[in-house]
């Protein structure tokens, strides 16, 4: 059985035509798919979608804080809100971390692939925290006429 040329997307040009995949229209022809601009693009937009996190979490405490003591879970919530602050920060720090080290020099790929996985298991205990905080409902306070 004649070897396969298998591309990093999946496509395999089993009979070596020469056809070009379609994921590889976008990359010069010939260069192979550098993992680490990947993995940064990829690491960036986590980070993204943590700065959004991040913002809404602040808006909830406001809304907290501006109900005060009175409300009935607002120790709950704020200590919820709280920790989900902290460890998006945690998980925004690590993120630096994993995008300035090399994916393609082989003695950081251990400490990249345990870096990546605390950053995994962070996050699922961040939306954990939120569904929470949405199930308790922060809610504006009523504003009087």
């Keep these: 059985m004649a070897s396969e040329h298998m591309e990093l997307n999946g496509d395999a040009d089993r009979n070596r035509e020469g056809e070009v995949p379609h994921a590889a229209r976008w990359r010069r022809r010939g ?3 550098n993992m680490n601009h990947y993995a940064n693009k ?3 937009a ?5 700065v959004a996190l991040l913002m809404a979490n602040a808006s909830q405490l406001k809304a907290v804080l501006e109900q005060g003591p009175e409300f009935t879970l607002y120790t709950p919530l704020i200590t919820l809100i709280s920790l989900s602050l902290i460890l998006q920060i ?3 720090i690590l993120l630096i971390f994993i995008v300035k080290w090399n994916l393609n020099d082989e003695s950081k790929q251990f400490q990249l692939n345990v870096l990546e996985n605390i950053v995994t298991g962070l996050i699922f205990i961040i939306v954990v925290i939120n569904v929470f905080i949405t199930a308790f409902g922060v809610q504006r306070p009523h504003q009087s006429a």
């Design 42 to 44: 990829k690491s960036a």
């Design 90 to 92: 945690i998980v925004g």
């Design 46 to 50: 986590e980070s993204m979608l943590d």
């Design 31 to 33: 260069e192979p798919l």
